[in-house]
């Protein structure tokens, strides 16, 4: 496939991206002409830095008594981390998931989980997807 032809699909993944509300003005804001390697490098330490909170927080919503206050302090970081690449739906997960917290809601903390995770789980995939096209299109030299 051309270069033209994997920036055009580059571009058409990202534009679904932003009208689906999967990502944000801050994704956009990340993209810096000076510095190729900066994206990949923030995308890697959000997917590794995300997925090791929600086990996190997997693992004490599964104790017998949670610790609700370290709940709410991964969501936060969680939030923070994933407004760092703008994931958008990541973010709005994330505050979903604070009135459980808050409310002492094991119940309730397990559900938001599942919805956080799945958002998570959403945009790793379409970021890695972000990442190996525009891998591909490095591969076959300048622009």
Request: net charge negative; aromatic share 8%.
């Amino acid at each position: 496939m051309s270069a033209a032809a994997l920036r055009s699909q580059l571009n058409e993944h990202i534009s679904y991206m932003y009208a689906t509300g999967i990502l944000d003005e801050y994704y956009q804001q990340l993209q810096s002409p000076q510095d190729e390697g900066f994206v990949p490098e923030v995308i890697n330490i959000f997917l590794r830095d995300a997925d090791r909170m929600l086990n996190d927080i997997t693992s004490l919503l599964n104790l017998p008594i949670v610790d609700f206050g370290m709940v709410g302090e991964l969501v936060h970081q969680l939030k923070a981390c994933s407004c760092s690449v703008g994931a958008w739906k990541v973010n709005l997960a994330c505050e979903h998931f604070r009135q459980f917290y808050a409310a002492k809601s094991k119940e309730g903390c397990l559900t938001a989980l599942n919805l956080l995770r799945n958002e998570f789980d959403d945009v790793r995939g379409r970021l890695q997807a972000i990442m190996q096209l525009e891998q591909q299109i490095a591969a076959l030299g300048p622009k």
